[in-house]
């Protein structure tokens, strides 16, 4: 490939770069311990800032949690967060009322609207052998017509998400998780209505691309 055709090359770490409407993306790799009874982990916390650790020391974090790795309550207001675990578990509960265990693929789509306080923990589930964690969370602004709309969220389960899935002649692989905007023929499950992505005229799109070495893919142009 001509290096003319590369327009850009950022280091990928725990942050990503964004651009409007996207406010935040996070990509969470964690690989915990073995869990205790307490679904925190089997280790010991010595030398971790708790409360706000962010390190990756012995290549894990406990973020703002104390026993159990994750996030405990805290507000958003006037935009959306988009909760995509491929591996591990979230326990999701909020001032609604709602409560929710997702993960192995599974999407959780937050609509924060007038205002929203929610906890996001990081259960380790594993007594006998570590607990992997990898989970993207990306914000949406939402539009500003919208932005004090009645606070939701919606599960979108991992078996009914669309996935397209191409081998080449030499058995490589592409997946392509099609969580918001479509791809070429395949269309998303529907996004909450007050989104962004609910509407085609913004071209908002979220997925995931998995292609093995040596791979291509063509996106659909926008």
Known sequence: ????????????????????????????????????????????????????????????????????PGFPQHPHRGFETITYVREGTCDHSDSL???????????QWLTAGSGIVHSEMLPLRNQSQPNPLELFQIWLNLPAVDKMCDPSFTMLWAEKIPKIRRIDTKGRRVEVVVIAGAFDDTSPLHPPSNSWASKDSAEVAVWHLHLDPGTSLELPPT
């Open 1 to 68: 490939m001509p290096d003319e055709v590369i327009l850009q090359t950022v280091p990928v770490g725990l942050h990503w770069p964004t651009i409007d409407p996207f406010l935040f993306c996070a990509h969470h790799n964690d690989i915990y311990p073995v869990g205790n009874s307490q679904l925190g982990p089997d280790a010991s916390l010595e030398g971790r800032n708790i409360g706000s650790d962010f390190d990756g020391i012995d290549g894990w974090r406990m973020y703002h949690g104390t026993v159990v």
């Open 97 to 107: 009322g709602a409560i929710a265990r997702f993960g192995e693929g599974d999407v």
